[in-house]
């Protein structure tokens, strides 16, 4: 394995508290070759990216489940995750692995990111509302998409230490037959 990438993967952490810096131009835009670039089943590419740096749509974004989202709100950037089960029957293995993609393009840019599960949570258990739906009637986004995640993004205002290596939990690891 590559230096850079084991290194980014021993310390790559989820952070959920940003400064109020915007993120330049030029990050962005490797971000979004990040999300083209992740791999899918068969090459399809059935994924989609709906970037949002507007302030009063990641306060709005914030709130479409009861918790685990509140980070969006403070994000400089924030990455829906969609794509459309009928091209892919493994979407959400190939969302799943281009929003892993994020995170480590992330780290690797000085930025930090936190998974926000939207597949399957609901904004309103009482009325039966779903996260997904709210979502995709805020962004536009058309029935024929599912949405997986939302990856929030933004210069890290915490600090958390990276994984040591020796304190892992090694019985996760099988060889041969379990």
Known sequence: MKELVHELLKTRRSIRQYKDLPIEGEKISQLKEVCLLSPTSK??????FIFVENKDTLKFL???KPSGGQMIASSALSIVVIADPEESDVWIEDASIASAYLHLACHSLDLGSCWVQIRNRMKDYEKNISSESVIKQKLNIPDKYKVLSIISIGYPNEEKKG???ESLEKQSIHDDKM
Do not use: F, H, L, M
Not at 43 to 48: A, G, L, R, S, V
């Open 43 to 48: 090459n399809k590419k059935t994924c989609q």
């Open 62 to 64: 914030a709130k479409v």
């Open 163 to 165: 994984y040591i290596i």
